[in-house]
């Protein structure tokens, strides 16, 4: 039994200003990341693996509207949503993802299923919809994935013609609807550059690791265009023998550092700790090429790294038996 067992959560990182964040909203943050890590904790504690811990916290943050992936995605360019996950098995490195799908409502249940019943590991848009209803999943009407703040966004970044981070996009849209008096319920991130994907990484009392991450993408995305989400090595990416990761952030770039894969091949290769191979991606590698986000990590023995580059990130991590720790800001 491994009594380290821990699972950390992101819900993105961006320009996340305190100045046009809303008491309410960082409130409404706070509790959504601390109801998601306690379910989190509940599976560990019940024996689940680090794989079912991780699938059922980002399928309650994709519910969730507060974060860009699932109900509450953001748009593209066409005013349309395309969906992007990924779940890795630190303890075997089976992975599945699917990428662009408009249609099943949990794009990471999806990726589980491409994972567990598959022979391959990425599928994408319309063969990836079909894959997960051929699996059973539930599927919906494009609409689903609206709302009404996210539409917001993109009607601003569509105005700026930009694509733009989910939270950076909020943050924008705070600042619009704040300069009009009328601040909105939701004003976290500034919508021209914010990163609003959801992520989680855990240890399970086995001693495994898994990740998962998902994402409807940047604000005002091309159509087609796929960022570091669903691709295994640069938005997820597990190994029992070094960690579990899950990024959020400028997802070329990302795609461009392998983001996640350099954590664990620092670890491997350089043999330096979790925090360290974690905070040199982040804060040294991909600042050179214009790198903007973060990620979270979990390693084999219980150790979390978090960090981030921009304003801020939506996180958390819980311990079992322990309160959840959540926080927004450096
Ligand atoms: N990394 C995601 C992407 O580029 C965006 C995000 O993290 O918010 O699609």
Not at 45 to 54: H, R, T
Not at 150 to 157: E, M, N, T
Not at 161 to 178: I, T, V
Request: charged share 20%.
């Amino acid at each position: 039994m491994n009594a380290n067992a821990v699972i950390a959560i992101h819900g993105g990182a961006g320009t996340i200003l305190r100045a046009s964040m809303s008491t309410r909203a960082e409130a409404e943050y706070h509790a959504a990341l601390h109801a998601v890590l306690s379910a989190g904790q509940r599976v560990l504690a019940e024996g689940g693996s680090a794989l079912d811990a991780v699938s059922e916290a980002v399928r309650l943050l994709e519910d969730c509207p507060l974060f860009n992936a699932g109900h509450g995605a953001v748009y593209t360019s066409a005013g349309t949503h395309e969906l992007d996950a990924a779940i890795m098995d630190g303890r075997t490195l089976e992975a599945g993802a699917v990428c662009s799908v408009k249609r099943v409502r949990n794009p990471v249940l999806a990726a589980r299923k491409v994972l567990e019943c598959s022979e391959h590991v990425l599928f994408a848009g319309e063969g990836a919809d079909a894959f997960a209803a051929a699996q059973g999943l539930e599927t919906v009407e494009p609409d689903y994935f609206h709302t009404d703040a996210r539409y917001g966004q993109w009607l601003l970044a569509r105005g700026q013609q930009r694509a733009m981070l989910d939270h950076d996009g909020a943050s924008l849209s705070a600042n619009a609807a704040r300069n009009e008096d009328d601040p909105a319920p939701h004003e976290p991130l500034d919508p021209n550059r914010k990163f609003g994907t959801v992520g989680a990484v855990a240890l399970d009392l086995q001693g495994h690791v898994a990740a998962a991450t998902s994402t409807g993408g940047i604000t005002n995305k091309q159509v087609g265009r796929v960022g570091d989400t669903p691709l295994i090595g640069a938005g997820c990416y597990a190994d029992d023998a070094t960690c579990a990761v899950s990024s959020t952030g400028s997802g070329e770039m990302f795609i461009r550092m392998v983001a996640a894969y350099d954590v664990a091949a620092q670890m491997a290769y350089r043999n330096v700790s979790l925090q360290d191979a974690a905070d040199d991606v982040v804060m040294n590698r991909l600042p050179r090429i214009d790198g903007r986000g973060g990620l979270i990590a979990v390693d084999a023995r219980g150790n979390v790294a978090l960090p981030f580059n921009t304003e801020g990130m939506y996180r958390g991590f819980a311990r079992l038996g322990e309160a959840p720790e959540t926080a927004i800001y450096r």
